[in-house]
């Protein structure tokens, strides 16, 4: 059987497990402890994982940027940046976006074809399968086996739907944000019931990253 490549969610919450204001839009709220959590969890990845609508937010990816990082990337024989896989259902993409100047290999996958005039600002594309099973094997066959989750909540969600996600890390900076954008969409009721038992996370890190903001990292307990 084959061994489904290993999924990571990287986020940022306030206390209240928010992503974003409650007035939405684009939304940085990290500080500099979780900017470096996050190019660590981007060096140890062969690819991005993020939804249209978070790439329309931001109109770009992140980047690691720390020298010694990459460095230790080239050593290993990896490219500099991990692949950015963009899931975009509608393949509504504007090629004017900054994330398209970025020195990030592109790929692009949705449920079905998309026209040559999207695609050609990708470096390739994967029809998505049913289900994330059947596409994250699609995965593994191309290369990937490390997979860093950047979001958003749709994607994240669905994810959670099939019990796909593997590690949390999560930073909590130390606001209360209120309002509707949480890491996981408020309108769904059905995650397996196994992702609410006590002993399906177990807790791998806890670390003060300075900012009193705190970093926490969960493995999924599959035992």
């Not at 306030?14 to 500080?31: E, H, M, T, V």
């Amino acid at each position: 059987m084959l061994t489904l490549p290993r999924v990571r969610l990287v986020i940022a919450a306030s206390l209240d497990g928010r992503l974003a204001l409650s007035s939405g839009g684009k939304a940085n709220i990290g500080g500099a402890g979780d900017k470096k959590a996050l190019e660590e969890a981007l060096a140890w990845s062969d690819a991005t994982l993020m939804g249209r609508t978070t790439l329309s937010l931001h109109q770009s990816t992140c980047l690691i940027n720390d020298t010694r990082l990459i460095n230790q990337r080239r050593k290993e024989g990896r490219q500099d940046q991990p692949l950015s896989l963009i899931v975009s259902k509608q393949g509504s993409i504007d090629n004017s976006w900054r994330f398209f100047k970025q020195p990030v290999k592109k790929w692009l996958l949705s449920p079905r074809k998309i026209s040559p005039l999207i695609l050609k600002s990708f470096d390739d594309q994967i029809v998505m399968r049913e289900t994330w099973g059947e596409t994250l094997e699609i995965l593994k066959k191309k290369g990937f086996s490390k997979i860093a989750l950047l979001g958003g909540t749709k994607l994240i969600t669905s994810l959670l739907l099939e019990d796909k996600i593997d590690e949390l890390q999560i930073t909590f900076v130390p606001r209360v944000l209120s309002g509707k954008y949480s890491w996981t969409s408020v309108k769904i009721d059905n995650l397996p019931i196994e992702l609410s038992q006590a002993n399906t996370w177990v807790l791998e890190e806890l670390k003060d990253i300075g900012g009193s903001e705190v970093l926490l990292k969960y493995v999924r307990n599959r035992t």
